[in-house]
C-alpha cells in the first residue's frame, strides 16, 4: 500500500522564503562588495536557517560570520549580534531589548572609537558582504552624514587619546599591585605617588577619572596634586 504523503502549505512557504534568501545573495546583480540589505532581509541570516549564511551587522556593514557558526549561530554566545546591525552593544554590553541597535547616541568618542574599531576587526577576520540602508547608508549604498559624523567622532576619539598617551608620558605613572590577602599599593621609584586628574578623559570617556602619578619632592606645590588616604606626605609607597 502506497504511503501518504503529507503536504502543508507553511511548509512551502519556509522552503519559498529560503529560496529567496539564497536567490538574493548568490543571484543579486550587484557585486557582493555592493550588495543592499534592508532590516527584514539582514534578519534571515542570524543562525536559525541552517541552509543559510550567518551574517551580522556593524556601521552598517555586513559580514559573513558563519565560519564563526559555534559563537554566532543559534544558542552561541555572541548570537545576539546576528541578522542585525547591534553597534551599540559592541561598547555598552547590553544585549537585550533596547541595546541590540547601531545607535551610538550618547556614546563618548572613545566609546565610538571602539565601535568603528571592532568594524575594523570583521573586516580583517570575516568576509565583507554588503550594506545595510538605514542610519548608515542609504538606497544607493552611499554613506549618511551620521556615518562620517560617528568616523569623525571615531577619529577625533583617537586624536584625544594620543594627546593624552603624551602628555602623561611627561609625568611618570605610579608602580601598582593588589593581591587578595594583602589587598592593594602604589609606589614610586622615583618620587612620592600623587592622584591627579586626567583633564582629557571628560572627552575620550564623559567622565572625569584621577591616575596615580610620580612627584619629586620640588614638584609637590603644583595645584591639583591629591594625597593617597591613609598616606604620609612623602611616603614612596601608599596602600589603596
Given at each position: 500500500?502506497?504511503?501518504?504523503?503529507?503536504?502543508?502549505?507553511?511548509?512551502?512557504?519556509?522552503?519559498?522564503?529560503?529560496?529567496?534568501?539564497?536567490?538574493?545573495?548568490?543571484?543579486?546583480?550587484?557585486?557582493?562588495?555592493?550588495?543592499?540589505?534592508?532590516?527584514?532581509?539582514?534578519?534571515?541570516?542570524?543562525?536559525?536557517?541552517?541552509?543559510?549564511?550567518?551574517?551580522?551587522?556593524?556601521?552598517?556593514?555586513?559580514?559573513?560570520?558563519?565560519?564563526?557558526?559555534?559563537?554566532?549561530?543559534?544558542?552561541?554566545?555572541?548570537?545576539?549580534?546576528?541578522?542585525?546591525?547591534?553597534?551599540?552593544?559592541?561598547?555598552?554590553?547590553?544585549?537585550?531589548?533596547?541595546?541590540?541597535?547601531?545607535?551610538?547616541?550618547?556614546?563618548?568618542?572613545?566609546?565610538?572609537?571602539s565601535i568603528v574599531e571592532w568594524r575594523d576587526f570583521y573586516f580583517r577576520s570575516y568576509t565583507f558582504v554588503g550594506k545595510l540602508v538605514g542610519r548608515y547608508?542609504?538606497?544607493k549604498g552611499n554613506p549618511t552624514k551620521y556615518l562620517k559624523g560617528v568616523e569623525a567622532k571615531a577619529a577625533r576619539g583617537a586624536q584625544l587619546l594620543k594627546?593624552?598617551?603624551?602628555?602623561?608620558?611627561?609625568?611618570?605613572?605610579?608602580?601598582?599591585?593588589?593581591?587578595?590577602?594583602?589587598?592593594?599599593?602604589?609606589?614610586?621609584?622615583v618620587g612620592v605617588p600623587r592622584l591627579v586628574q586626567r583633564p582629557l578623559e571628560i572627552a575620550l570617556t564623559g567622565k572625569m577619572s584621577k591616575r596615580c602619578?610620580?612627584?619629586?619632592?620640588?614638584?609637590?606645590?603644583?595645584?591639583?596634586?591629591?594625597?593617597?588616604?591613609?598616606?604620609?606626605?612623602?611616603?614612596?609607597?601608599?596602600?589603596?
Open positions: 500500500m502506497a504511503a501518504k504523503i503529507i503536504t502543508s502549505p507553511f511548509i512551502g512557504i519556509a522552503a519559498f522564503v529560503t529560496f529567496l534568501a539564497f536567490f538574493a545573495f548568490y543571484y543579486n546583480p550587484l557585486s557582493n562588495k555592493q550588495r543592499l540589505f534592508t532590516v527584514e532581509e539582514l534578519a534571515l541570516y542570524n543562525g536559525t536557517d541552517q541552509s543559510l549564511p550567518i551574517f551580522l551587522g556593524i556601521l552598517g556593514s555586513v559580514f559573513d560570520v558563519t565560519k564563526g557558526k559555534s559563537h554566532y549561530g543559534e544558542g552561541g554566545g555572541y548570537n545576539h549580534f546576528s541578522g542585525r546591525d547591534a553597534s551599540r552593544a559592541f561598547v555598552s554590553g547590553n544585549f537585550t531589548g533596547d541595546g541590540l541597535t547601531d545607535s551610538p547616541s550618547g556614546l563618548s568618542s572613545q566609546q565610538v572609537k547608508y542609504d538606497t594627546k593624552q598617551e603624551i602628555e602623561e608620558a611627561k609625568q611618570p605613572g605610579c608602580n601598582s599591585r593588589w593581591s587578595q590577602d594583602e589587598g592593594g599599593e602604589v609606589w614610586c621609584d602619578a610620580c612627584f619629586k619632592e620640588d614638584q609637590l606645590d603644583q595645584s591639583g596634586l591629591e594625597v593617597y588616604k591613609g598616606c604620609d606626605f612623602l611616603a614612596k609607597t601608599c596602600p589603596v
